[in-house]
């Protein structure tokens, strides 16, 4: 178990020996700041309140009952009631010590493993990935990353959009290049650039009555079944996935073919999806379409109508939703997920608070089986406004990676044009997009961010080329000194404040890692990794390492550089980002 978790158990034990209704006031404040002590228990305020006793009476009946001998100095009572707990410096050396020789850093793992399904990325495939699409992807990839480091079971589900009306418009347009073009060249590069080809086959569309004829036939004939067709699109979607590859590649992400899994996976279920909410007496006709009315969705439409799911529409078409409860069937029986993330932006947090609850409703789903949405903001631009280009275009993805390459080159060739230039390349590729994916993930996804390069790439501040350089540092110790890192073994002893403190924000990490896992929140990992490296910053100042007093202190001092540089690295590896050994 965690040691915040530890704590708070023991705290809240004592709370309840205390008379206290409920553990309140036992947790322990996210962020502990070092002048409260190293952590900080909320206070008993709603308690004491509940007890009608002023909150200090309520902490030192606490206090009576609770012996935290074993980890932490006598504790003290602060402020209005807060309990201040300082660990003590030998458990904190010896849990450290143990960290050491994990090679999970003393992660634990859980007693029950779960299978969590993490839906991410899922991008339309008529189109290019564009910027819309980043977050999905980073985010969703850095969750999958945390859960498999922790031991559960994580099942990648790219749910692309691979179905639907936009298909018969492309193939009729990819039918057309075809028949003037029997070796496919020119095919071939239309699709290189897919935005455009959906471009020029819209205008068609649009322009053109008789190609939009065959284009719907083409839908048709693709529901249907027909070979000719499937081929074209099959055809269509393996180009359009092959520049998904190439963007999750260049972005480090796990994504890969095995794990796609798109709409069009569940298209022979969703009759079954219909005539399961028909039997289970959910479904009811409203305007000609099949709706499930949820009671929490009542009168909360416009002039208080009710909102209706809709599965079916009037033509038999079947929708997003349609799909998505087949998908939740889907995860629950085939893959026995215990758990499953859809990360999506939040303006789709209607729509799965609805297809959850019909889920539930339906028993597709249940109560044990966790469904959670994973919302995201939206990323700006410096005027605020959606994130586009000049001319109020789409972002695509690719183009903003190799922005990003390009924007580092130039910053790393400035401060070392001696390095040769596939060696700045080389570094330019995970400096660029390490920051580019930190600067997103160390916001609270819950809101939109200013899309900032000149922040992301900056060294100072919380962004990944400090991290990274931070890493760099802890490791030039070692090769400037001529130290192999196989000598720093033996124990850890802390005496400073300063070796104090950035063991304490060592230890940390597995509870770290505990709280990004169940809220989703990525951001606590940066926030982490720059408080360590802000502890590790005052300890180098403080502590001298190669010229410490004597050896027992230079090999503890050496010992907490490279727990901070394994720590830092393996925390920037959970977001998905690469560290350099040299900068
Ligand atoms: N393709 C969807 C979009 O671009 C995202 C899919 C998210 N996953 C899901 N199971 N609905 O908005």
């Known amino acids: 178990m965690n040691l915040k978790a530890q704590l708070e158990i023991r705290i809240s034990d004592a709370l309840a020996a205390a008379g206290?209704?409920?553990?309140?006031?036992?947790?322990?404040?996210?962020?502990?700041?070092?002048?409260?002590g190293h952590y900080q228990a909320n206070g008993c305020m709603a308690a004491a309140k509940a007890l009608k006793i002023n909150p200090r009476d309520l902490a030192q009946k606490v206090l009576d009952n609770l012996d935290l001998s074993d980890i932490a100095e006598p504790?003290?009572?602060?402020?209005?009631?807060?309990?201040?707990?300082?660990?003590?410096?030998?458990w904190l050396a010896r849990r450290l010590t143990e960290a050491e020789r994990d090679p999970k850093l003393g992660v634990p793992t859980p007693?029950?493993?779960?299978?969590?399904?993490?839906?991410?990325?899922?991008p339309n495939l008529a189109k290019e990935m564009h910027v819309g699409h980043l977050r999905s992807t980073i985010i969703g990839d850095a969750m999958a990353r945390v859960l498999d480091f922790i031991g559960h079971k994580v099942v990648r589900q790219n749910h692309v959009g691979d179905w639907g009306t936009q298909f018969g418009m492309l193939i009729a347009y990819l039918n057309d290049l075809a028949a003037d073009d029997p070796q496919g060249t020119q095919a071939d590069a239309e699709l290189s650039d897919l935005e455009d080809?959906?471009?020029?086959?819209?205008?068609?569309?649009?322009?053109?009555?008789?190609?939009?004829?065959?284009?719907?036939?083409?839908?048709?004939?693709?529901?249907?079944?027909?070979?000719?067709?499937?081929?074209?699109?099959?055809?269509?979607?393996?180009i359009s996935l092959s520049h998904c590859s190439d963007v999750y590649r260049r972005l480090g992400v796990l994504l890969t073919d095995d794990d796609v899994y798109g709409e069009s996976e569940y298209n022979d279920d969703l009759v079954n999806v219909i005539d399961d909410l028909r039997s289970a007496g959910l479904l009811e006709e409203s305007q000609g379409a099949q709706c499930v009315f949820l009671d929490e969705f009542r009168g909360k439409g416009e002039d208080d109508a009710d909102v209706p799911l809709i599965v079916q529409k009037s033509d038999g078409?079947?929708?997003?939703?349609?799909?998505?409860?087949?998908?939740?069937?889907?995860?629950?029986?085939?893959?026995?997920?215990?758990r499953a993330l859809y990360v999506t932006d939040s303006r789709q947090?209607?729509?799965?608070?609805?297809?959850?609850?019909?889920?539930?409703?339906a028993g597709f789903a249940k109560p044990e089986f966790m469904l959670e949405h994973v919302p995201f903001g939206m990323m700006l631009g410096s005027d605020r406004r959606p994130f586009k280009t000049r001319t109020g275009g789409t972002i695509k993805l690719t183009d903003l990676l190799t922005e990003a390459e390009q924007r580092a080159f130039d910053l790393v060739s400035e401060k070392t044009p001696d390095l040769d230039e596939a060696r700045r390349k080389e570094i330019a590729a995970i400096v660029g997009i390490g920051a580019?994916?930190?600067?997103?993930?160390?916001?609270?996804?819950?809101?939109?961010?200013?899309?900032?390069?000149?922040?992301m790439l900056s060294m100072d501040g919380n962004t990944a080329p400090y991290m990274q350089y931070a890493y760099a540092r802890v490791k030039a110790i070692f090769r400037k000194a001529g130290i192999d890192e196989s000598q720093a073994v033996g124990q850890i002893v802390l005496t400073e404040a300063a070796e104090i403190n950035l063991a304490v924000k060592i230890a940390q990490l597995p509870e770290t890692i505990h709280s990004v896992s169940v809220e989703c929140m990525p951001n606590l990992l940066c926030s982490y990794l720059y408080e360590l490296a802000g502890a590790y910053m005052t300890f180098y100042e403080a502590c001298p390492v190669l010229k410490a007093d004597d050896p027992a202190a230079r090999t503890s001092r050496l010992m907490l550089c490279l727990l901070t540089a394994r720590t830092i690295k393996k925390a920037l590896g959970l977001l998905g980002i690469d560290i350099l050994e040299q900068m």
């Open 20 to 36: 206290a209704p409920d553990g309140s006031g036992a947790l322990i404040a996210r962020s502990n700041k070092p002048q409260f």
């Open 349 to 361: 947090g209607m729509h799965f608070t609805q297809v959850f609850g019909v889920a539930r409703k």
């Open 197 to 238: 080809f959906y471009r020029k086959s819209k205008q068609r569309f649009d322009s053109d009555e008789e190609f939009a004829n065959t284009a719907r036939q083409q839908v048709v004939s693709l529901q249907a079944g027909d070979a000719a067709t499937l081929e074209a699109w099959r055809k269509f979607r393996k």
């Open 436 to 455: 580019v994916k930190y600067a997103d993930l160390s916001q609270n996804r819950a809101s939109d961010y200013v899309f900032s390069w000149d922040k």
């Open 111 to 122: 007693e029950k493993p779960q299978t969590v399904v993490v839906d991410y990325s899922a």
């Open 75 to 90: 504790l003290e009572i602060a402020g209005p009631g807060f309990l201040n707990i300082r660990i003590k410096p030998e």
């Open 317 to 338: 078409g079947y929708l997003y939703a349609t799909t998505d409860l087949a998908g939740i069937r889907y995860r629950q029986t085939q893959l026995n997920a215990d």
